[in-house]
């Protein structure tokens, strides 16, 4: 324990030549006298780096040290594989700590490989972060034992709730793996033959079966993430036209996406767009633009965005004195 947390307290060093003690405490999780005996354990063994005394002071390594830190462990390794989490789903895999680990030696290689010494790092300018706006979504099972279970290529039997059903039901599937998208975790798996997804918020229990896993031998997780990806934002059957403001068309992209299909030019500050669905009752998405939207065709569309108008408005009436 004790060489890792000096490794770590290098690759610190390495990156910023000069931290505080009692930052390079909280980072290490350890007290600062704790600091000062591995700064002294350090310079022992005739690395140069020493403790700053004063009110500016703090742990300091000499400039143009180089340490040859860019080996990664295989934990390291595994958490950089899955590059696109966020912190939280990396601490939901258990993945957070190693992760940090993998980071720190990667800036210490680039802290040498800079051309410049002032040049700042990529990492310092792009920052990415896969959640949603807005996200809350909590999955109902331990997505790090779910990720552990399915490492074993093994049948599972899970509950599972349905979106349109109150009540989960128990089904047997073949797990390719999981997807994390937009904040969310997914389960990819074949039921009865035919590739689902499956969202952990409302994957309330499963567990493993003896039976060893069937998967169909021309897919991966890829290939299916990919196949149900473009079949959930393949735009539908139905062509819905309808005029909205156009100061609500940005915010009509943001939630419609894809299903988007056509916008005419702006005229007297509204426009023409088209929206595909799967079905007619679709449409009900649109109600969220309030006013601000106008149903044009199919007539059955706009006989149901009227219909459904009509049910909020007697449902929020004022009651009869």
Known sequence: MKASRLLHLLLFLQTRQRITTTELADRLEVSRRTVLRDVEALSTAGVPV?????????????PGVRLNASHLEPRELEALSVAGLDSAQLESLGL???????????????????????????????????????????????????????????????????????????????????????????????????????????????????????????????????????????????????????????LARRILGTRIHEVSETERGWCSVVIRYPNIESVRQLLQFGDHIEILTPETARERIGQLARDLAETHAAPAP
């Open 96 to 250: 957070s700590a190693v992760r940090e680990s993998a980071a720190r030696k990667i800036a210490a290689r680039q802290t040498t490989a800079l051309e410049s010494p002032n040049l700042p790092r990529l990492s310092d300018l792009v920052l990415v972060d896969s959640n949603a706006w807005l996200a809350d979504s909590n999955a109902e099972v331990d997505v790090a034992d779910l990720a552990s279970a399915l490492r074993h290529r093994r049948r599972m039997r899970i509950q599972y709730r349905r979106s349109a059903e109150g009540q989960a039901s128990m089904l047997v599937v073949d797990p390719y793996g999981i997807v994390a998208k937009s904040g969310r975790w997914y389960l990819i798996a074949d039921d009865q033959g035919a590739g689902r997804l499956f969202a952990l918020e409302r994957l309330s229990a499963y567990e493993t079966l003896d039976a060893p896993v069937a998967l169909r031998p021309d897919q991966t997780l890829r290939t299916m993430w990919d196949d149900l990806k473009e079949r959930t934002e393949t735009p539908g059957r139905v062509s819905v036209t309808a005029r909205l403001r156009e100061n609500r068309l940005d």
């Open 50 to 62: 020493y403790a700053e005394r004063g009110r500016s002071g703090g742990i300091v390594l000499l």
